[in-house]
């Protein structure tokens, strides 16, 4: 499967905690997006990669939250001192980020249910 | 805050019928793409249309895209049970109008349900 996939697809955690999230991208593309999306609602952006360089932070990403695109590759999402409002459905996306047709590929998400 | 509103919230149909769904944004914009979300596949990406385009078909699908009203529609013909889905429009916005973020801006969604 050469689709972008998510590590964990769920995870349970206490409040308080810290939890982090993998994203593998489609090999060559060289942008890569985090969001995030609540029961009924749609996703909402948090934050993108170009390469490695993170270009753009949604006032959704406090300082609690951070992401890593270490080598241009996987990403990484972090929460620390998890809260009960963190609880969503984290989507990663990553796109090749050229032309005015730029589609983005969604993973399955990762759940996380803070209790 | 979120750009795009889907409308309506929920639709019902029987299936073959054609199912419409539209959506209006408030900033300019350079496309908009219509996404469908299920619990068994995840969101995937539908139709792109840019914002000098109309009108984009694609097998069962049409897009309009109305730039001066700031709305599209998308109708999905021929339904079968396997469109029972979620139906997101996205927007990817315009920043040197004065847009946003460089992620997609997406609506809440229209859930459709085709009865069999």
């Known amino acids: 499967d050469t689709g972008v996939s998510q590590d964990p697809r769920h995870k349970i955690t206490k409040r308080g905690q810290n939890v982090t999230f993998r994203c593998d991208p489609i090999?060559?593309?060289?942008?890569l997006y985090w969001y995030r999306q609540t029961l009924g609602q749609g996703p909402e952006f948090l934050t993108y990669?170009?390469?490695?360089?993170?270009?753009?932070k949604s006032r959704l990403l406090s300082d609690r939250f951070s992401a890593e695109r270490p080598k241009g590759s996987f990403s990484t999402l972090e929460i620390q001192r998890t809260e009960q409002g963190d609880s969503a459905m984290y989507l990663c996306?990553?796109?090749f980020g050229q032309g005015d047709e730029d589609e983005q590929f969604f993973g399955p998400g990762t759940r996380l249910t803070v209790l | 805050s979120q750009q795009g509103e889907e409308d309506p919230q929920a639709l019902s149909i029987q299936e073959g019928e054609n199912a419409t769904m539209n959506c209006s944004y408030k900033?300019?914009?350079?496309?908009l793409q219509w996404y469908r979300q299920n619990s068994g596949r995840g969101l995937v990406h539908l139709i792109l249309?840019?914002?000098?385009?109309r009108e984009k078909h694609s097998g069962r699908l049409r897009v309009t895209l109305d730039t001066s009203k700031k709305s599209s529609s998308l109708l999905i013909t021929a339904s079968r049970a396997a469109d029972t889905a979620s139906y997101f429009c996205?927007?990817?916005?315009?920043?040197?109008?004065?847009?946003?973020?460089?992620?997609?801006?997406f609506g809440k969604g229209t859930h459709l349900i085709i009865q069999p």
């Open positions: 996306a990553s796109s």
């Open positions: 090999s060559e593309h060289n942008r």
């Open positions: 990669f170009q390469n490695e360089a993170q270009l753009e």
């Open positions: 900033t300019s914009i350079n496309n």
């Open positions: 249309i840019r914002s000098n385009e």
């Open positions: 996205a927007t990817d916005l315009d920043l040197y109008s004065g847009g946003g973020a460089d992620g997609l801006t």
